[in-house]
């Protein structure tokens, strides 16, 4: 086992977990809690549901492999809008 290539992956998997966490025991504290004014359960509902959507975000790919190798005739996906880049063939006229 490589430990060298598995911690980022291992830190990632982590932060997504605890922040998932956090916004969950916010959430939980918010509903259970029955002294709460209107405008404190809605920053706290707010609070978890950014915590929430945090963790979602750092759970999506970015799209890197993680193999090393830089060949450039290979077509590259540009993840944020499904569009794959080919490097151009067509020689430009003098």
Request: glycine content about 10%; aromatic content about 4%; proline content about 3%.
């Amino acid at each position: 086992m490589n430990n060298k290539n598995n911690t980022p992956e291992i830190i990632r998997a982590a932060t997504t977990l605890i922040f998932s966490s956090i916004g969950c025991v916010i959430c939980g504290m918010v509903i259970f809690n029955p002294n709460l004014t209107d405008a404190k359960w809605s920053s706290g509902m707010g609070l978890a549901g950014t915590a929430i959507t945090g963790a979602a975000g750092l759970a999506q790919s970015n799209g890197r492999s993680n193999d090393n190798s830089n060949n450039e005739d290979t077509p590259k996906q540009n993840y944020t809008s499904g569009v794959t880049l080919v490097k151009s063939t067509h020689k430009k006229r003098a």
